[in-house]
């Protein structure tokens, strides 16, 4: 038996290191992703709390499809019309790993989920009271020693409680600031320079600033790790809001949006609206909450396709609760 095997590799040998190099030279990794029509997530079932009010239509996040590149998925990208590709400096903030953009997108999906409670709880006359925030780095613009998802704790010896907090601190430092920061479960003791640009005292670091709450009722809410990002804000929101309230705001439609949601109710412009409206169409949904300033290009998109669904445009939470209690 070995006899044959050996024979065989030797008669084949050429093939076989043909087809090894063949394979290295599709998945050679390149400095792109691909974004593809994506899908919707369902998030009502994440969702627990007491009393919860269920749903007959459904309230679902969009997203936009991504694969890292190699050869293989780029020569993928031009026999697709619908997929593109897109250099990875494009999602960048200066020099950054692709650990610390899913670092930072998981910040952003922890302050979206925070935000939009905070929105749905208050819309929905339920007890909310913050109880503690958190100042995390989103983004670095200079070689400082500080890392996206350092949550920052002081500054020069002073508790930062927020951004606004820290950015004064900022601006009354002369050469150095020291940053007391977490970075997972180490704490560290930072001297940073401080810089000048356009008149403005800076450190080059991007902070949010994220809450904990205490509520009544309670709340419960999952998401997967391979989950991140701001984007699903306004829908998640609305998902609260109704497993909160009496009644049914999606009298039994299939809803899909996108929109990043600020504490005020604000919703905000997303990426990759083109592919968020090609994977709700996919998935048959009936109407689409997009921000104000994508809804030309989701309008579009629906045009250019000929898709039977409604694109609405909201600037706020409340357009979009609005607009659903106005459905029959």
């Known amino acids: 038996m070995k006899d044959k095997i050996k024979n065989f590799f030797k008669e084949n040998i050429k093939y076989i290191l043909a087809l090894i190099i063949f394979i290295i030279i599709m998945n050679f990794p390149l400095p792109y992703y691909i974004m593809a029509p994506g899908g919707i997530i369902d998030i009502s079932d994440r969702i627990e709390v007491e009393n919860k009010q269920e749903m007959e239509g459904t309230l679902n996040l969009l997203y936009v499809s991504e694969y890292e590149a190699n050869v293989a998925t780029m020569l993928m990208s031009f026999l697709f019309k619908n997929w593109d590709a897109e250099r990875v400096e494009e999602s960048q903030v200066s020099n950054e790993s692709m650990e610390e953009i899913f670092l930072r997108n998981k910040v952003m999906l922890d302050n979206s989920i925070q935000n939009a409670i905070f929105v749905a709880y208050n819309s929905a006359n339920k007890n909310i009271d913050i109880k503690g925030r958190e100042n995390y780095v989103i983004a670095t613009t200079l070689d400082n020693g500080i890392k996206v998802g350092d949550k920052i704790i002081s500054a020069n010896g002073i508790d930062i409680e927020n951004v606004d907090m820290l950015k004064e601190i900022i601006n009354k430092s002369s050469d150095y600031i020291t940053l007391k920061v977490l970075r997972g479960d180490e704490e560290l003791t930072l001297n940073v320079k401080v810089e000048e640009e356009d008149g403005n005292k800076i450190i080059g670091i991007l902070v949010i600033t994220n809450y904990t709450y205490d509520l009544d009722p309670e709340l419960k809410l999952t998401f997967k790790d391979s989950e991140g990002g701001s984007s699903g804000g306004l829908m998640i929101s609305l998902n609260i809001y109704n497993a909160l309230t009496n009644g049914d705001i999606t009298k039994g439609k299939k809803i ?71 459905l029959k």
Do not use: Q, R, W
């Open 256 to 326: 899909a949006g996108t929109g990043t949601i600020d504490i005020n109710g604000n919703v905000g412009a997303i990426d990759g609206v083109k592919y968020k409206i090609m994977g709700a169409y996919a998935n048959h949904m009936e109407i689409v909450f997009v921000p104000l300033e994508n809804y030309e290009e989701a309008v579009k998109v629906k045009e250019d396709n000929n898709y039977d669904m409604e694109i609405v445009s909201v600037k706020t939470f409340d357009d979009a609760l609005n607009y659903l209690n106005s």
